[in-house]
């Protein structure tokens, strides 16, 4: 074991989370103990205690209890990644240059690893190194079921970069989805609080957010404001729309539960949209039925933001996954319909 430790934070390993720096320095340290430490209050940063997510400043000092020696465990085999792997997260790259990749993430392949999750983005980062020396970095993330844009920064730099973009809302982010009925007003917003609601089981599975008003999120332990715009694009009769949302803040969910919060759940939504959900359609919920596809009707459409090096401005788009483009055919509606930006008129 080693003894209690006390590490400056160098200038160049500013700005990103404890967990990932830590285990820059201790690679046989596993992501548990480091929780562990952190909810038991020996990590510390600055005297003060922390989470695994905290992120780290240059300058800072971080208290490091004693921890195991790396020839104590085995080392951690590394995961290979197979050529089918490689080839299709290669085959999802839509945007490169030497600061920045992006990806149209699958529908159904996870960000990070968590709870049975061995096969997700971060893991299979390194076969997006192309000639660089190192694996692009995660700087920020989708849900499982959402498809779309999601960017990596392909150096140090261009990570603290986007991750302080990111942290301080200076991206723009359009999602695309089918949602049960026909919101109205067509163009509006949705600014109901969201708290979570405890799941089951050791893992916290089944944990959702619950929609909160206005008036009452400040006297709602563990309430956060969210903030939604949503423009109604198409429609099918009364039965289900196309609609584009912009999220203005970025809570857990915050598009699933506001869209079922005002009656209209996105489409494959088994969480938020059961046949239990309220909507103002006639009590479907969130499967339309018919040959419309049981998967989650979520899309990252266009992710805007200023390039971490040029400061140029930079929008990427993403094609519809599969089962949302055979969705758009059964209703007559190509990708080319949408308006560049839906929401000028809210700007």
């Not at 839509?94 to 893991?123: E, F, W």
């Not at 563990?222 to 970025?250: D, I, N, Q």
Request: charged share 25%; proline share 6%.
């Amino acid at each position: 074991m080693s003894g209690v430790q006390t590490i400056a934070v160098g200038e160049q390993d500013g700005d990103q989370r404890l967990d990932r720096w830590l285990r820059g320095l201790f690679p046989h340290v596993s992501q548990g103990r480091i929780e562990k430490m952190c909810r038991k209050g020996e990590l510390r940063i600055d005297g003060g205690r922390v989470k695994a997510s905290t992120r780290v400043q240059a300058g800072q000092q971080v208290r490091v209890p004693p921890l195991p020696d790396a020839d104590h465990r085995p080392a951690p085999a590394p995961t290979r990644i197979s050529d089918a792997d490689a080839r299709m997260i290669r085959d999802c790259v839509i945007y490169k240059d030497d600061q920045i990749i992006a990806i149209n993430k699958p529908a159904g392949l996870a960000v990070q690893g968590g709870s049975g999750q061995t096969r997700h983005v971060d893991g299979l980062a390194p076969a997006l190194q192309f000639d660089l020396p190192q694996a692009p970095r995660l700087v920020h993330r989708l849900d499982k079921d959402t498809s779309g844009v999601l960017v990596l920064a392909r150096t140090r730099d261009a990570a603290r970069a986007l991750t302080a973009a990111f942290r301080h809302r200076n991206t723009r982010k359009i999602y695309w989805a089918l949602v049960a009925g026909v919101p109205t007003p067509y163009l509006g917003e949705i600014k109901t609080g969201l708290v979570k609601a405890p799941g089951h089981g050791g893992q916290g599975e089944g944990e959702r957010m619950i929609a909160v008003h206005p008036s009452e999120i400040d006297q709602t332990p563990g309430a956060k404001r969210a903030h939604t715009y949503y423009a109604t694009l198409y429609r099918v009769a009364g039965r289900a729309s196309w609609v584009a949302m912009e999220p203005v803040t970025g809570r857990t969910h915050q598009l699933r539960a506001h869209m079922a919060g005002i009656g209209h759940p996105i489409a494959g939504d088994g969480k938020y949209g059961g046949s239990g959900q309220d909507n103002q359609g006639d009590g479907w919920g969130a499967q339309l039925g018919g040959i419309i596809s049981k998967k989650l009707h979520l899309h990252a459409r266009t992710l805007s933001f200023e390039h971490p090096v040029t400061r140029k401005p930079v929008t990427i788009s993403a094609d519809l996954p599969d089962h949302m483009k055979a969705s758009w055919d059964t209703f007559g509606w190509t990708e080319d319909l949408a308006a560049d930006d839906p929401f000028e008129e809210l700007q």
